[in-house]
Every structure is written in structure tokens, then in C-alpha cells.
């Protein structure tokens, strides 16, 4: 289990963005769906690349330690996992990436391992193929499993989608015309101010360049999203598929009443991130 989030900056004086802070208060927001690792990737466009940064423990205690480092970017990706040593992917050639991925495409036993390999057939296929889109939808339908991802290249794409059934969640936002975010709940974007405009469909591919938006979807009738992400994972104020996590808890606690009816004063959730 993890939560992602990735941040867009667009328009002129899109360099002064540091996305470091809004990774922050976004993947903080997130934290909820793993404790045990940090970690983040940005576009540093004096050096033209790619720049790293992660550690294990909360994202307090990895952004505490890098506060001086110099790293900034004005696009960026994040990451928070359940397991210690789980980082954003990091990949060189041929087409330098970083993906941030939650759940776990069927490529590996391994979570980590899995998003390993994703990650570097995404990059040949989009040094093979030229267009990150047709790459980025030809592996989605290929690769099965349960996941979302967030990549980030080094010629300033940002490449975000889920798996064909869509089984775990990517929210989208946006600050005006200068800001796009995408994250796992739509909390995340409540922190950082932005306003939530939807969400990627299953199977969608979304890319984000320093010109456009370009979505593709391949049409299916055989989503399948996760109830877990409804019951336990997501947090109460937060929007899955569009949908109030809060509405969907509220309803099962009807349903459940009706079920099994009870005598009481006081009916009490147990434990409380389950109610």
C-alpha cells in the first residue's frame, strides 16, 4: 500500500514553483497509507535532470533533513509507503524516469521489484515509440494487476494512469491555470489549496507536458474498484473515483443496521478508521 502524488507547474515563471512544498503538505496529507518510507523525485532544470531524495520513517523526518540540501524543481513527484525501503523508482536510460506507484502491477511477487520492471519497460517503450501516451497505454493494457502510477521524464512529461480495471485510485486538481496535481485521495489536494476536478478513469492514460494536457482511455465495462480503499484506506473527508469516502461508510453503516438491528443506546465503530 502507498500514496502518491505528483505536482505540475505550468505558463511562464513556472521556475520559481518549488514543488518540494507542495510534495509535502501533499504526501503529509497522505500518510495515512504508509509510514515506513519517503521518498521524491523533481525536475531540477538548471542541471537538466532528474534529482532523488529518500529515507525511511515519516515525511516529517525526511523533509526535516533536507531543508538545506538545495534540491528544487517546479515539477515533482512523492511517495509514502507501508514498506521500509520503498522509494520512487528511479530509472537512467534510455529515457531517464522517476514513477511513484501504488498497489502493484503482476510483474513481480515483490511490490517494489514489480514497479522496478514497470517503470523500465515504460521507458523503453517510450524510446521506441516517441509518444509517451501510445507507450504509456500500450503497457497499461499489457501489464495486469492492481496499481496506479505517476512517472516523471526528464523532458518534462508527466505520465499518470491506472490499471484496466482501475483498481487503485488517482484523484486530479488543478490551482488555476498555473498548478495540476494528481494524487491518490482528493484530501491531498485540499491541503495544498487546489481545487478537485475529477479523476483518472480505469485503464486512462493522462500526460502532462509544458504545453498541454492530453488524456486517452480505452473504453471498459469491467472496472473494479477496491472497497478496501473505501472501508479502511482512504481518509473520511476524501473523494475516491469522485465518490465521498464519508457518503460510502455512512451508507454501509445503514446497510449494516438494517442487517443486523439491534437493541442499543450507542453504536460504536471499531476501529475508528474503519467507521
Not at 515539477?75 to 521500509?84: A, E, R
Not at 493494457?141 to 505520465?159: C, N, P, W
Not at 488543478?174 to 495544498?192: M, N, P, Q, W, Y
Request: net charge negative; charged share 25%.
Amino acid at each position: 500500500m502507498a500514496g502518491i502524488f505528483g505536482f505540475y507547474a505550468f505558463g511562464e515563471g513556472k521556475e520559481n514553483w518549488d514543488s518540494k512544498k507542495f510534495i509535502y503538505y501533499g504526501l503529509s496529507s497522505l500518510q495515512g497509507r504508509g509510514q515506513e518510507a519517503t521518498s521524491f523525485a523533481v525536475y531540477d532544470h538548471e542541471v537538466n535532470s532528474l534529482r532523488w531524495v529518500f529515507g525511511d520513517g515519516l515525511v516529517e523526518d525526511l523533509f526535516e533533513r533536507i531543508k538545506q540540501d538545495g534540491v528544487k524543481g517546479f515539477l515533482g513527484i512523492g511517495q509514502v509507503s507501508i514498506d521500509k525501503g520503498d522509494y520512487v523508482i528511479k530509472v537512467e536510460e534510455p529515457v531517464q524516469l522517476a514513477l511513484a506507484g501504488d498497489g502493484k502491477p503482476a510483474l513481480h511477487e515483490d511490490r517494489q521489484v514489480s514497479f522496478q520492471i514497470f517503470a523500465e519497460m515504460l521507458s523503453k517503450r517510450i524510446n521506441e515509440q516517441k509518444d509517451p501516451i501510445v507507450a504509456a497505454k500500450s503497457l497499461i493494457e499489457e501489464v495486469k494487476g492492481g496499481y496506479s502510477f505517476i512517472a516523471l521524464t526528464k523532458d518534462q512529461r508527466m505520465i499518470c494512469g491506472r490499471d484496466s480495471h482501475g483498481i487503485k485510485p488517482l484523484e486530479v486538481g488543478a490551482i488555476g491555470f498555473d498548478i495540476g496535481a494528481i494524487t491518490s485521495e482528493s484530501s491531498a489536494l485540499d491541503v495544498i489549496g487546489a481545487e478537485h476536478s475529477g479523476y483518472i478513469r480505469p485503464g486512462e492514460v493522462v500526460i502532462l507536458d509544458p504545453l498541454s494536457i492530453e488524456r486517452r482511455c480505452p473504453f471498459s465495462n469491467k472496472t473494479a474498484y477496491c472497497s478496501f480503499e473505501y472501508i479502511y484506506l482512504a481518509r473520511p473527508d476524501s473523494n475516491i473515483n469522485s465518490i465521498p469516502v464519508s457518503k460510502v461508510r455512512e451508507m454501509i453503516g445503514k446497510r449494516l443496521a438494517e442487517e443486523n438491528p439491534v437493541k442499543a443506546d450507542v453504536v460504536i465503530g471499531v476501529p475508528d478508521t474503519a467507521i
